[in-house]
């Protein structure tokens, strides 16, 4: 099995992928939707470095429906801005207002060393942050 892979390829340093699921109340399914659409023009509107932004519903309980996030950004800088952008940090504070029942994990694709990953961790301790373990994968150059 090749070891690595993510950090061998050429764009490693560049693109990050991240998936963020949110675990809503199933009575608040049609207000997170509704944010969601308005967060989303918003990002696309403000965020230059995002390059894919979308939302599934994944699973459903009696507790809880889980959502996520696809986001893929151009550079660490893009990622920083879509934590540091004012809309974000609104339509965040608002879901933990009683929409959502657990905190927001956060999974990461990046090739980053082990100490920009702990400054994320750091940054993001509100969330349950997970760096994947990629087992084969690249970042595709053209």
């Given at each position: 099995m090749?070891?690595?892979?993510?950090?061998?390829?050429?764009?490693?340093?560049?693109?990050?992928?991240?998936?963020?699921f949110?675990?809503v109340?199933p009575?608040?399914?049609?207000?997170?939707?509704?944010?969601?659409?308005?967060?989303?023009?918003?990002?696309?509107?403000?965020?230059?470095?995002?390059?894919?932004?979308?939302?599934?519903?994944?699973?459903?309980?009696?507790?809880?429906?889980?959502?996520?996030?696809?986001?893929?950004?151009?550079?660490?800088?893009?990622?920083?801005?879509?934590?540091?952008?004012?809309?974000?940090?609104?339509?965040?504070?608002?879901?933990?207002?009683?929409?959502?029942?657990?905190?927001?994990?956060?999974?990461?694709?990046?090739?980053?060393?082990?100490?920009?990953?702990?400054?994320?961790?750091?940054?993001?301790?509100?969330?349950?942050?997970?760096?994947?373990?990629?087992?084969?994968?690249?970042?595709?150059?053209?």
């Open positions: 090749r070891k690595d892979t993510m950090s061998q390829s050429e764009n490693a340093g560049r693109i990050l992928v991240m998936e963020a949110e675990h109340h009575d608040r399914c049609a207000d997170y939707e509704a944010a969601g659409v308005v967060i989303d023009d918003k990002v696309k509107d403000s965020e230059p470095g995002m390059l894919v932004h979308a939302l599934t519903r994944v699973k459903e309980t009696a507790d809880a429906v889980t959502y996520r996030w696809l986001e893929i950004f151009e550079d660490s800088d893009a990622f920083a801005a879509h934590f540091d952008n004012p809309a974000v940090q609104e339509h965040v504070a608002k879901l933990n207002e009683g929409t959502l029942v657990a905190p927001t994990e956060l999974v990461l694709y990046t090739a980053w060393s082990d100490d920009k990953k702990a400054q994320w961790r750091q940054k993001l301790s509100g969330a349950k942050l997970t760096f994947a373990p990629v087992l084969a994968g690249f970042y595709l150059t053209r």
